[in-house]
């Protein structure tokens, strides 16, 4: 790939289910403990059409959140809550990266990997989580390199969303959980990375940046 081409590859790169929100083994910041779930259709009073939304009874609140500003308090503490875990997990090393990725990971960067990458940015590193372009535009600021010059590989469409608001190509390599969704905006569009080589990225760019 040119000298002056970026490739971001965009986490999660592993394959897992989702771990249920009552499933609380480990121990982290402000971590919910989930006592109930309730989606009543019925509604006589205010404590059920809390119920009826669907909002979990959990230690921060003895009762379902009412107010906007405790409804965003416990959507920020589940958010939490869910990149720890995944963190864990990854950090637990018994999820298989997804095909091809750690190859073409060498490939771009003949070195170390994540030690040997001139950029390193979490969701943590940025105000905006996607579709909002932040974490792109800052990547792309801190390498003095021009958002046309950058290739973006995403998994689902809002991946796709954030690449394509920073001025950005994007290659999309779906899951099982995002395969249905619309990749339209995608410049190519791979199960996964098995047979995709670098010089294949390379081409897919080079054919983007000069339509």
Same mark, same amino acid.
């Given at each position: 790939?040119?000298?002056?081409?970026?490739?971001?590859?965009?986490?999660?790169?592993?394959?897992?289910?989702?771990?249920?929100?009552?499933?609380?083994?480990?121990?982290?910041?402000?971590?919910?403990?989930?006592?109930?779930?309730?989606?009543?259709?019925?509604?006589?009073?205010?404590?059920?059409?809390?119920?009826?939304?669907?909002?979990?009874?959990?230690?921060?609140?003895?009762?379902?959140?009412?107010?906007?500003?405790?409804?965003?308090?416990?959507?920020? #503490?589940?958010?939490?809550?869910?990149?720890?875990?995944?963190?864990?997990?990854?950090?637990?090393?018994? #999820?298989?990266?997804?095909?091809?990725?750690?190859?073409?990971?060498?490939?771009?960067?003949?070195?170390?990997?994540?030690?040997?990458?001139?950029?390193?940015?979490?969701?943590?590193?940025?105000?905006?989580?996607?579709?909002?372009?932040?974490?792109?535009?800052?990547?792309?600021?801190?390498?003095? #390199?021009?958002?046309?010059?950058?290739?973006?590989?995403?998994?689902?469409?809002?991946?796709?969303?954030?690449?394509?608001?920073?001025?950005?190509?994007?290659?999309?390599?779906?899951?099982?959980?995002?395969?249905?969704?619309?990749?339209?905006?995608?410049?190519?569009?791979?199960?996964?990375?098995?047979?995709?080589?670098?010089?294949?990225?390379?081409? #897919?760019?080079?054919?983007?940046?000069?339509?």
């Amino acid at each position: 790939m040119a000298s002056n081409t970026i490739l971001f590859l965009s986490p999660p790169t592993v394959t897992r289910h989702h771990t249920p929100l009552h499933t609380t083994t480990t121990t982290l910041r402000r971590t919910p403990h989930f006592t109930s779930y309730s989606f009543s259709t019925r509604s006589s009073s205010s404590s059920s059409l809390r119920s009826e939304n669907g909002w979990p009874t959990s230690t921060l609140f003895a009762t379902p959140p009412d107010s906007d500003a405790d409804r965003a308090k416990l959507i920020d #503490v589940l958010q939490d809550w869910k990149t720890e875990k995944y963190k864990d997990i990854l950090k637990s090393g018994t #999820v298989e990266p997804r095909p091809g990725v750690l190859r073409l990971m060498d490939e771009a960067k003949a070195s170390e990997r994540f030690q040997g990458l001139d950029c390193f940015l979490a969701g943590d590193d940025v105000k905006e989580k996607k579709p909002d372009p932040s974490i792109y535009i800052t990547a792309s600021k801190i390498l003095g #390199v021009s958002e046309k010059a950058c290739l973006v590989v995403e998994d689902s469409v809002i991946g796709l969303q954030a690449a394509t608001k920073a001025g950005m190509s994007c290659v999309i390599t779906y899951t099982s959980s995002t395969a249905e969704q619309d990749f339209t905006d995608a410049i190519a569009k791979f199960p996964d990375l098995s047979d995709v080589r670098l010089k294949d990225l390379e081409e #897919v760019l080079q054919n983007a940046v000069t339509a």
